[in-house]
């Protein structure tokens, strides 16, 4: 099957600095990416949907100016946390879709990056 | 606006035990239901899906009906296996729509 990875798998880092988490699709090319976040024993929360070379599109309550996310290739897609708080302290999971069957049946995910702030 | 209830974990049970985790949903129209498997250190992989009421999705053993009257997709399984341990996720989404609405997930350990 498709495989889509993510990079770091856990990071550490200071409060006030910036984070990037990359995700990529290994085998396919991806025109769509989701970015997801999980609090503990909280349920996957979608952050926002990348469509490669334009604009993403953001959820209600998600701040974008604070999550960057980048779509510059069909197989790269990357979140950057900006300013990092404790509060940013998450589970962060990308998914990719193929392309012409974007839909949950052909959603990829990746593994996951646990990001800490202290 | 839509939403997944799962049962809390974690779910314990011996080898060849029967299993049952819960999943209801709230939603409008007619969504497709999903439960997805998340194995420790990877990512989240669809294990089945219904697309329609009483459809009964089945994959390695698992297997869960949707049922409208009760807005229940539970998953099942006669005899579980300790490489069944992981994370389970209810999920719904609505026909021709990307988006996912999951559940919290029940965390599942099969012991020998």
């Known amino acids: 099957g498709a495989v889509v990875s993510q990079h770091p798998s856990r990071v550490i880092c200071k409060s006030g600095t910036s984070v990037k988490i990359e995700c990529r699709s290994l085998d396919f090319q991806a025109t769509t990416m989701f970015w997801y976040r999980q609090f503990p024993k909280q349920s996957l929360m979608l952050m926002a949907t990348?469509?490669?070379?334009?604009?993403?599109?953001?959820e209600q309550g998600v701040e974008k100016d604070k999550f960057l996310i980048n779509h510059a290739s069909l197989t790269l897609s990357t979140l950057t946390v900006t300013s990092a708080h404790p509060e940013d302290s998450s589970f962060y999971i990308c998914?990719?879709?193929?392309?012409?069957?974007?839909?949950?049946?052909?959603?990829?995910f990746g593994p996951g990056t646990r990001l800490t702030v202290l | 606006g839509d939403s997944v209830t799962q049962m809390e974990g974690p779910v314990t049970l011996s080898e060849e035990a029967c299993l049952t985790i819960?999943?209801?949903?709230?939603?409008?129209?007619?969504?497709?239901l999903f439960w997805y498997v998340q194995y420790p250190g990877e990512g989240l992989q669809l294990l089945l899906k219904a697309t329609k009421a009483d459809d009964k999705g089945s994959n390695k053993g698992f297997e869960a009906t949707y049922r409208k009257e009760t807005t229940s997709f539970h998953l099942e399984k006669g005899s579980v296996q300790v490489s069944d341990s992981a994370v389970y996720f209810c999920a719904l989404s609505h026909t021709g729509f990307q988006k996912l609405v999951f559940g919290t997930g029940t965390r599942l350990l099969v012991s020998p």
């Open positions: 998914s990719a879709s193929i392309p012409g069957l974007a839909n949950p049946d052909t959603q990829y």
């Open positions: 819960n999943c209801t949903y709230t939603a409008t129209g007619y969504p497709s």
């Open positions: 990348s469509n490669e070379g334009s604009k993403a599109t953001y």
